[in-house]
């Protein structure tokens, strides 16, 4: 008789070996130029700022560029 479980454990197990190479693959190329640490949940907020910042100029139908040196008042 088969065991089906020891085969799925076994796939699942490898799959998990095999994320976790190209995470450390990945952690390396990272460190080796020089670039800043990857945080996914600053990532997430960041895109959902910018979404949130685009719906807002479209709503208030308005499309132009900040330019500081117009005054507000």
Known sequence: MFNWDSVVNEQHRQELIREAE?????????????????NPTLAWVGRRM?????????????????????SLN
Do not use: C, H, W
């Not at 190209?22 to 990857?38: D, K, P, S």
């Not at 132009?64 to 117009?70: E, G, S």
């Open 50 to 70: 910018m979404t949130f910042g685009k719906t807002l100029v479209t709503l208030s139908g308005e499309d132009k560029q900040y330019r500081p040196d117009i």
């Open 22 to 38: 190209r995470e450390q693959l990945a952690r390396e190329f990272r460190i080796v130029n020089g670039a800043r640490r990857y």
